[in-house]
């Protein structure tokens, strides 16, 4: 069963157009983490360099590397959520897995949840260093699967993996004396031009093994919210995005589990006074379902906007 998660956000999270955001950071202690891509290369430098500058270096020894690749499921599993959100396949990179097996290895090793890392630090290498930039990381967690989908239950995270210009992904995986970390690059493979039609689009669609919202990222996804129900945690994120130019000043949302009323909260990109976050959820709705989803609750639900409506309708 996936664990709850702790997140640590240090982003820039690129979206049609470009943000800013803050500075990586490190968790207190080395427990169960997620974070998404920091503000550093990608401004400037929006695509990484050639594979020869990514070496295929193995982990030494204090880390072992996991298997990484589509028989280690997270490229079945990202595809799994990018083909219920409408947007194409993507293909692993060879050279992108190599820097993030890397990363994983140092966030194994020395337990700091950060898109960076200490050149004093014998874990430390410039591949790894390199990737951390553009990569979501996380720690805590046993398989790929579990990994794809804490970040599937960030909001920001979300995002990321469902953007409609990514064609290409590494990952990486490593276990060390502070558990299983992995990485994931989501930035460098955004190679294709933004969708242009088959807006809205929501996620999640279908059956998700997403129940609920990772919890502590900053900036806070669920600021302003209501507090939680009994489970004291907030259901699976439903993502409505209409589209890369669309405005969203507010939502109408309508929305059931098994039949009765679901309550939730409800944003758009007006409600987050953090800058990033306002500008990834141009054109979006998030609704939060204020307690954690149960196995076997079905959620129906309509919502509209300025932009249009969308119908919601997925199982967990």
């Known amino acids: ?87 194409p396949a993507v293909a692993e990179d060879a050279s992108l897995t190599a820097g993030d097996k890397l990363h994983a290895r140092y966030v194994a090793r020395t337990g700091m949840v950060t898109q960076s890392e200490d050149p004093d630090s014998s874990a430390h290498s410039e591949a790894g260093a390199l990737a951390a930039t553009t990569s979501l990381v996380g720690l805590g967690f046993d398989t790929p699967a579990q990994f794809i989908d804490a970040w599937a239950g960030s909001p920001f995270q979300l995002v990321n993996l469902l953007d409609s210009r990514l064609t290409r992904a590494g990952f990486g995986i490593a276990s060390g004396p502070f558990g299983t970390a992995a990485a994931l690059d989501v930035v460098n493979g955004r190679t294709a031009d933004p969708a242009t039609d088959g807006w809205p689009r929501v996620w999640p669609r279908g059956r998700t093994t997403v129940r609920r919202l990772t919890s502590s990222a900053q900036p806070d996804a669920t600021s302003g919210c209501p507090d939680t129900g009994p489970t004291g945690g907030y259901g699976t994120p439903i993502l409505i995005d209409f589209g890369p130019t669309s405005s969203i000043e507010g ?49 129906q639900g309509t919502v509209t906007t300025s932009a249009g409506t969308a119908t919601i309708d997925f199982a967990t």
């Open 1 to 87: 069963m996936l664990r709850r998660a702790a997140i640590t956000l240090s982003m820039l999270l690129l979206v049609t157009s470009c943000g800013a955001g803050d500075a990586g950071t490190t968790p207190s202690s080395p427990t169960t983490s997620t974070s998404a891509p920091s503000t550093a290369a990608t401004a400037a430098s929006p695509s990484r360099t050639t594979e020869s500058a990514i070496p295929t270096a193995v982990p030494s020894a204090g880390a072992s590397a996991a298997p990484s690749g589509p028989s280690s499921g997270w490229l079945a599993r990202l595809n799994l959520l990018r083909s219920s959100f409408g947007v």
């Open 251 to 299: 939502a109408t949302v309508t929305i059931t589990a098994n039949g009765g009323e679901l309550p939730t909260c409800v944003h758009v990109a007006s409600d987050y006074p953090n800058p990033t976050a306002s500008q990834l959820m141009a054109g979006k709705v998030l609704i939060m379902p204020l307690d954690v989803l149960k196995t076997g609750t079905s959620v």
